[in-house]
Structures are given as structure tokens and as C-alpha cells.
């Protein structure tokens, strides 16, 4: 009942639980799951599989009846339901983000967007840099010192807690679903899956950062994650972000007319690091279990307020041009648009 009147009173969810309650809870919960070197999330959806076989064990040596085992379950699950909406969940009522920050929402036309990527490519070339190694620990810092810098701007009170890198106790069984990070709502945990590659470790890590501030949409949060990450001083940083947003750019710029003149503006380093990230994956994925989570993905999406489903992600790119397009917002910020 409650996520039904939340869907309809966005500036409730945003100015009362968004602002106000959630900061709360991200404080208490990460400082305390801080503490511990595993993911206590992990261990909880462990418990959580397990709970239907030991039900079944216990129906069968007759330590438990049906019924019982049966209003067990559907009490635990009740409870995680309920527990998620409060620890994190109402945060898919929130305002959305062009409301909350204050762009400019426009629609550009082919041409702007084409002559938008040509200068993207221009600056993703200028960037490249050597990725082979990364400093996980002086990256964490430097995006959190971006997040504090922007804090004003992406209207939340730093620091809302702690956001340290957990890593996917089965991170080979998620990168056969292609996922590279999660964020845990139960314990408040940011996690990485020990399998990405160095250069795409700043922007994933900073996108899972996104959402342990209070943002749901996988958009607003590679929006958050590339604006970050830009404004950092890390040349590393930047060009991680900046790559990870071409994906997006030309797979909405596939189909028109200047596509393969668009590509071909990309240097052969920039190309290299493309090629090397789509075999990696290719390589771990698992067709099946990739549908499945996306189907899965798409549906829990749609439930929670997000009615684009899995296309979110891409929405990005939307998020990205209003930004970079409007003059206004960023003179307002002292910005500078990349």
C-alpha cells in the first residue's frame, strides 16, 4: 500500500525519505557493514536460497508441518520485501533527475547528436591513457573526493555513510550474466565484480557509489558515475568514464547515415581498448543465463517505477546531452561540459 501512494508523490518520496530518512539509514548501515571485509548482502540472498530446502528437509524428517514451512516462507519473504522499500527502495519514487538538478529536459535534433559524438570521439582520443594497472585504493579516494565536490550540485549530503569496494562473493557465476557490480539495499554495500577489467573498474565503481547516495535509475546513475569521474583529476578515471559512455552513444548512433564515418573517427588505441572489453566479456558471458537475468532485470525495473525497464541504461545518453547542452546549468555551477 505504502509503494503504491509513493508511486504518486514523487516530491514526498524526494524530500522526506530521500532527503531526510534515507541519508539515516545509509550512515548507520554501511558504517556498520563497513566493518566486515565480506559482503553481508551476499550472505543474506546465500540464507535466503537456502531457506526453501531446509523447509523441505525439516517437512520430510517431520520437524515441521506444510503449513507451518509454508507461512514461514511466505513471512520471510513479506519481511524482505518490506525490509528493501524502507533500507532503500522508496528511493524509485524520488523526483526524477532532470527535476532534482534542475535541466534543461530538450530533445536535440540528428544533427546536434552527430556533431555531439564527432567532438566526443575528439576528447575520447585525447584521453587515452595506459590502463594495464590501477591503483584501486588511491581510485576509491579520488572518486569519493569528486562526490564531495559535487555533492551541492547533485543535491545530497556528503558523505551518507561509507562506500567501500566489496567484492561479488560468485563474481564468475554474475559475469555470466554480464554484471559487472551490484548494490546490496539490506546491508547498504557497494560491490564490484573481481572480474572487470582495470579500465573499466573507475566507472563502475563510481556507478554503484551512485546508488548507494539514494539513486535508482541505472541512467541517473551512469550519468552521476560519468560526471564524477570527470571531474576528477585522474586522467585515468576520465578516460574510463568517458569510454564507457561511447557504448551507449553508438549504439544509439547505429542506423544513421553518418555512423561509419562516426567510427572511423576513432583512434586505433580508443579501438583497441573497445575490442578488448567486448572479447573479455564475450568470453565470460553465458547466452542463456544473460537473457534470463536481463528478462529478470527488466521486469524488477518495471515494477519499481522504472517503465523503460533494462533500455534505462541507455538513457544516459539523454542525461549526458542535457547536461552538455545546457550552458545555463553549468555557468550556474562554475562547470565546464565534456
Not at 177 to 197: A, C, D, R
Request: aromatic share 14%; proline share 4%; charged share 20%.
Amino acid at each position: 500500500m505504502c509503494t503504491l501512494l509513493l508511486r504518486q508523490q514523487a516530491e514526498f518520496a524526494e524530500k522526506w525519505y530521500a532527503q531526510k530518512v534515507y541519508p539515516l539509514i545509509a550512515s548507520l548501515l554501511s558504517n556498520i557493514s563497513a566493518i566486515f571485509p565480506f559482503s553481508l548482502d551476499d550472505l543474506l540472498y546465500i540464507f535466503l536460497l537456502l531457506v526453501p530446502f531446509l523447509l523441505l528437509v525439516l517437512i520430510f524428517t517431520k520437524k515441521i508441518k506444510w503449513k507451518a514451512a509454508g507461512k514461514f516462507l511466505i513471512n520471510l519473504l513479506a519481511s524482505a520485501f518490506i525490509l528493501f522499500y524502507l533500507l532503500w527502495g522508496f528511493n524509485y519514487f524520488r523526483s526524477p533527475l532532470q527535476d532534482r538538478l534542475g535541466i534543461n529536459d530538450r530533445e536535440p535534433n540528428t544533427e546536434e547528436f552527430v556533431q555531439f559524438v564527432h567532438q566526443y570521439i575528439a576528447e575520447l582520443n585525447r584521453l587515452h591513457c595506459d590502463f594495464d594497472k590501477i591503483d584501486k585504493t588511491e581510485t576509491d579516494r579520488l572518486i569519493e573526493e569528486s562526490y564531495q565536490q559535487l555533492a551541492p550540485l547533485l543535491h545530497f549530503d556528503y558523505p551518507m555513510g561509507k562506500r567501500y569496494d566489496k567484492k561479488i562473493t560468485f563474481s564468475g557465476f554474475y559475469s555470466k550474466s554480464g554484471i559487472t557490480g551490484y548494490f546490496g539495499p539490506f546491508f547498504n554495500e557497494v560491490h564490484v565484480n573481481k572480474q572487470v577489467l582495470p579500465i573499466e573498474y573507475p566507472f563502475v565503481l563510481a556507478h554503484e557509489k551512485a546508488h548507494q547516495l539514494g539513486v535508482t535509475s541505472e541512467a541517473e546513475a551512469n550519468f552521476y558515475s560519468w560526471l564524477v569521474c570527470l571531474n576528477s583529476s585522474s586522467q585515468q578515471i576520465q578516460y574510463s568514464a568517458k569510454l564507457f559512455i561511447s557504448f551507449h552513444l553508438f549504439r544509439q548512433a547505429r542506423g544513421l547515415d553518418a555512423y561509419k564515418k562516426l567510427v572511423a573517427e576513432i583512434s586505433p588505441d580508443v579501438q583497441a581498448d573497445i575490442n578488448k572489453i567486448s572479447e573479455h566479456w564475450n568470453k565470460l558471458r553465458n547466452a542463456t543465463m544473460d537473457k534470463t537475468a536481463s528478462k529478470l532485470n527488466d521486469a524488477y525495473l518495471k515494477h519499481n517505477n522504472i517503465k523503460s525497464g533494462i533500455k534505462d541504461y541507455t538513457g544516459v545518453v539523454d542525461h549526458v546531452m542535457n547536461f552538455s547542452l545546457d550552458s545555463a546549468f553549468q555557468q550556474r555551477y562554475g562547470l565546464v561540459p565534456h
